[in-house]
Nanobody
Framework: QVQLVESGGGLVQAGGSLRLSCAAS????????MGWYRQAPGKQRELVAL???????NYADSVRGRFTISRDGAKNTVYLQMNSLKPEDTAVYYC??????????WGKGTLVTVSS
């Protein structure tokens, strides 16, 4: 059974930085993509950043230039470096992996709180 475990969330002041990590285990199929999503209170879950196996990345307009996604393929781990954090970045951040069999797996999430 695939497990995704996020870490690195916490409380930070506006303008600060955090680095999230997500490690995948129990993988049978190859990973097509790994990404980060977030869900703020009362809002829908949204894509933050996506890293595909071919090397391409996508970012939400709201985080482009501040956040950087990276992957360690050997460790099946994806990272999200978050700089210049804003109060509106406050949310639960979820990791998601998409596999070559078409299935997705989600982590349980890690809370990021940015104080003003």
């Amino acid at each position: 059974q695939v497990q995704l475990v996020e870490s690195g969330g916490g409380l930070v002041q506006a303008g600060g930085s955090l680095r999230l990590s997500c490690a995948a285990s129990g993988i049978i199929f190859r990973i097509n993509a790994m990404g980060w999503y977030r869900q703020a209170p009362g809002k829908q879950r949204e894509l933050v950043a996506l890293s595909r196996s071919g090397g391409t990345t996508n970012y939400a307009d709201s985080v482009r230039g501040r956040f950087t996604i990276s992957r360690d393929g050997a460790k099946n781990t994806v990272y999200l470096q978050m700089n210049s954090l804003k109060p509106e970045d406050t949310a639960v951040y979820y990791c998601k992996s998409t596999f070559t069999n078409g299935m997705d797996s989600w982590g349980k999430g890690t809370l990021v709180t940015v104080s003003s």
